[in-house]
């Protein structure tokens, strides 16, 4: 693994401010995303990283200011938010560090400009959103907002603009991540006035919100709990599912990148697991993946990821080499 600097070397970032911008950048993703900035640093091509963290800073600094408080003020700052990305795609210039760093990996990797508008255009979605009574409203959450939120860093990922097999193939992982996360995050949702599992599965089960928070009649500790095994049970297997059709995706995307395709889904089967070993005391807290598994699944793919850059090296070619540990 390359060091920071020569990954920015790699990356052809030489201006000063600039690789002060992307190095907060680093920290702010290295401090709310340990995992997943290991994963990058790790197994992605060094001229890649920048541009990925890039890209997540920029989701995540948007979703900020959508995730807490009152529904009006918050899209109130989602369209101020709006206006400032618009302005600076438009002018090339900006005021914020996290925008700057977007500029300058769009000047890289122009197909990224889609995925911003599409992301920005459908995170009032995600701002109005607090449970779904059917299927059908849970499919068009994923499409509306988890699936352009997955583009930002997925987009990179591939050769040039993504094609319509790799974009369902994100679809089909988002999809099971997304319905994954609603399902490990059900006891902080409920707590938050929030359920992403559609209510229509409940009543099939003969639950309601009232029952799982323990308001109902029943509480948490009676028939809610006996009804929710057979849904949690349900819900598993249609994410296991997905999750092993996400696999399709490695072979969608060179081969550089494939360790961390591979890593991406293997962890996420980590954390379904974990949630399926929990079983309805996600009622009390979400589950957590075996940080032991997970080490394995990261070294497994940097030995991969090291293999595929030797053999490229040893061939003639021009990929990048690891380096000294950052």
């Not at 969608?252 to 309805?280: D, E, W, Y």
Request: a neutral charge; aromatic letters at 6%; proline letters at 6%.
């Amino acid at each position: 693994m390359a060091t920071w600097p020569k990954t920015l070397d790699q990356a052809g970032i030489t201006d000063p401010a600039l690789r002060r911008d992307y190095s907060e950048q680093r920290q702010l993703v290295a401090h709310y995303a340990r995992a997943e900035y290991t994963a990058v640093r790790l197994l992605l091509p060094a001229p890649l990283v920048p541009d990925v963290i890039a890209a997540t800073a920029f989701m995540h600094h948007s979703d900020n200011l959508i995730d807490q408080g009152p529904a009006e003020e918050r899209i109130a700052a989602l369209a101020d938010w709006e206006s400032r990305v618009h302005a600076a795609l438009k002018s090339g210039e900006a005021d914020q560090p996290v925008l700057r760093t977007l500029l300058d990996t769009l000047a890289r990797q122009p197909q990224l400009r889609q995925y911003v508008d599409d992301f920005l255009a459908g995170a009032p979605l995600e701002v109005k959103t607090a449970g779904f009574a059917t299927e059908r409203d849970f499919q068009h959450y994923v499409d509306g907002y988890s699936l352009p939120a997955f583009l930002l860093i997925a987009c990179l990922l591939g050769d040039g603009a993504p094609t319509a097999p790799y974009v369902a193939g994100c679809r089909t992982f988002i999809e099971a991540s997304q319905r994954l996360d609603f399902l490990n995050d059900l006891a902080e949702d409920l707590a938050d006035g929030r359920l992403g599992i559609p209510e229509e599965l409940l009543t099939r089960h003969g639950l309601t919100r009232d029952g799982l928070t323990g308001t109902g009649p029943t509480g948490k500790d009676g028939a809610a709990v006996d009804g929710l095994r057979p849904l949690l049970g349900d819900q598993v297997r249609q994410i296991r599912t997905g999750l092993s059709a996400s696999f399709g995706l490695v072979d969608l995307v060179p081969v550089p990148n494939r360790p961390f395709v591979r890593a991406l889904v293997s962890i996420q089967g980590l954390t379904l697991r974990a949630a399926a070993r929990k079983g309805t005391a996600l009622l009390d807290g979400s589950a957590r993946p075996q940080v032991a598994a997970a080490l394995r699944i990261l070294a497994r793919e940097y030995a991969a990821a090291r293999r595929g850059r030797d053999t490229k090296s040893a061939a003639g070619g021009s990929g990048p080499t690891a380096g000294k540990a950052a």
